[in-house]
């Protein structure tokens, strides 16, 4: 699940020096089912804080929320996130005397989140130059081209890797020139014989597809002068 931070400060005090600061922080997070709006809650443990020594005001902390976790004492329930949903959240402080304002009052802008824990399908590999026909193609040291394509329609990157005689196997990534989109690279085979290019295609959530994605090609030496 997502995990979020909030700096707090309490500046009604005019807190310096040894002064100490006692500060949680209420998150509040929502969404909409149907025609309802869906709205938890959860308050942090406090933070005692003495002289912070990158503000020159004690009265500030930085505090961490994953979003639905059930936090000890704080009198509210843990909860699941809906997947492929927009959820907002917002914060606010509480000194042990009053709450501040929302982070989402007056001109502020809401942050907000889609959760998406499906993985991507397998994308397909294509190449004219080599393609995968259990053929031999000419040749060593001539550019091909390889289109990699997802049927997911959230796909943002690809990771690939060729493997096969003097191969550089180095993991790289392309990115698609747009979500759901296919991305195409050139790459230039050392030498004859049989070579694999491995892909896997990765969402803007970074979820990855299960198995790669294997295309496999054979060389033969290159073409004649």
């Known amino acids: 699940a997502p995990r979020v931070s909030a700096v ?5 005090h005019g807190d310096n020096g040894a002064n100490s600061e006692t500060l949680q922080a209420q998150f509040k997070v929502w969404w909409t089912s149907g025609s ?13 804080t003495v002289d912070s020594s990158w503000s020159d005001q004690t ?16 009198g509210e329930a843990g909860f699941s ?11 606010r402080g509480y000194d042990q ?28 590999i294509t190449s004219p130059e080599y393609p995968d026909d259990d053929a031999w193609h000419a040749g060593g040291g ?17 990771r690939y890797y060729f493997t096969g005689p003097n191969a550089d196997s180095a993991q790289k990534t392309v990115t698609a020139p747009s979500a759901g989109a296919a991305a195409t690279i050139r790459w230039m085979p050392p030498s004859e014989g049989p070579y694999t290019l491995h892909v896997t295609s990765v969402d803007g959530a970074g979820n990855a597809q299960k198995t790669p994605t294997v295309h496999v090609f054979q060389v033969s030496d290159g073409r004649a002068p």
Do not use: L
Request: charged letters at 20%; a negative charge; glycine letters at 8%.
């Open 59 to 74: 009265g500030v902390a930085t505090f961490f929320y994953t979003i639905g976790e059930d936090i000890t004492g704080d």
């Open 81 to 91: 996130i809906p997947p492929n949903v927009t959820v907002a959240w917002a914060v």
């Open 36 to 48: 309802t709006t869906v709205t938890h809650y959860a308050t942090t443990a406090k933070k005692t």
């Open 142 to 158: 001539d550019y091909g081209n390889f289109t990699m394509d997802s049927p997911a329609n959230d796909v943002t990157q690809y």
């Open 97 to 124: 005397e009053s709450y501040g304002a929302w982070s989402t009052e007056g001109n502020q802008t809401r942050c907000e989140f889609i959760y998406d824990t499906t993985k991507p399908g397998s994308a397909v």
């Open 8 to 12: 707090i400060r309490d500046y009604d």
